[in-house]
């Protein structure tokens, strides 16, 4: 008798054992309140969620290579802005909702492909109405162009996300670093994301290995003078690439031109990025930036050194940016149409 009642606490102890450790090991950004996100969420309602996005991606990479590589900074601005909700996508509404687009602040300036993110969600509304969100669209889109992009393949991306009814126009400058930012503020921001290291951040911005910039983001590195920081035949040629200065000239291109953010392999999610910067190729200063500061640059040269390495660490914290503070369970909606709010 005695011996079988002492066996329920010994048993209940090692339930609450069994059920918490699941809850805290497998899950990267625990402390972010990720919670509610899980690998596969659509598995019952509407199984082919994952597939299909990975499909249209595959298929519109094959179109525009260039779409492969918007999901990547498409994910990065929307996770920046308070939290991986799709508020990116919304588009300007004021009559209807009052919203101003994050898609119109200044740190969204180049941004492209969006009405391929209207295809995708297309595919999945017919085949499941109402169902994936488009904050969980962004996050899938981001993982298969990465993969497309010769990135890292099957990155355990989580979903569950719920859409945001807001787009905060004013808090993208706020979140999203510029192209002149500080290590030191780049390093907070992304913290404040849920990408709390140093190694973290300088895998995320080998995202710079692909795509492309404007030469507005550019000139303030080619004139008056090169930067010193800057490979004096790479800073040649990309005066070439942006040959106004500033707007006194008559015909100003800085916004318009533009130059690929790695010339080597300019389509390859690659550690290129991080080899170009030990050479002072890095096109936006703070790029350069990660190379020379104590903090960044032992990481640049690990990642330098090991393709894989960077496809590590980039896969990591890519997940952990991906889960910054999403809506769950019964906050939000799940859009219709990625651009509007539901009426
Ligand atoms: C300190 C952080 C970052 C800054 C300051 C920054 C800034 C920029 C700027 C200024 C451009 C060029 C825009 C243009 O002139 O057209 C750009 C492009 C791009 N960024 Fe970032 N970025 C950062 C982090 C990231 C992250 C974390 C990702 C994704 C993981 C990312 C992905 C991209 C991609 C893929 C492009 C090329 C887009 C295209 O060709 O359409 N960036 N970024
Ligand atoms: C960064 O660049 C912007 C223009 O893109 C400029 O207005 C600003 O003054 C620059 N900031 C610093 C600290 O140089």
Known sequence: ???????????????????????????????AGSGGLKLNYYSESCPRAEEMVREEVRRLYEEHGNTAVSWLRALFHDCAVKSCDASLLLDTDAAAAGVVSEKSSPR???????????????????????????????????????????????????????????SFYADAERYIPNHNESVSAVLERFKAMGVDDAEGVVALLGAH?????????????LYPAVDGAMDPSYGAYLRGRCPTAD?????????????????????????MYHRNLLKGRGLLLVDQRLASDPRTAPFVRKMAADNAYFHERFADALVRMSENA?????????RKDCRFVNK
């Open 209 to 221: 290995s692909v795509g492309r910039v404007h030469c507005s983001n550019l000139v303030a590195r």
């Open 247 to 271: 707007a006194s000239e008559e015909s100003d291109t800085r916004d318009v031109a533009y130059a690929r953010n790695d010339r080597v392999t300019p389509m390859v999610l690659d550690n």
């Open 108 to 166: 969204s300036f180049g941004m492209r492909n969006f009405k391929y993110v209207d295809a995708i969600k297309a595919a999945l509304e017919r085949a499941c109405p109402g169902t994936v969100s488009c904050a969980d669209l962004l996050a899938l889109a981001a993982r298969d162009g990465a993969a497309a992009l010769g990135g890292p393949a099957d990155v355990p991306v989580r979903t569950g996300r719920r859409d945001g009814t807001e």
């Open 1 to 31: 008798m005695g011996s079988s009642s002492s066996l329920v606490p010994v048993a209940s102890v090692l339930i609450l054992l069994l059920c918490c450790s699941g809850l805290t090991t497998g899950t990267n950004a625990a402390a």
């Open 326 to 334: 999403p809506l769950t369970g019964d906050q939000g909606e799940v």
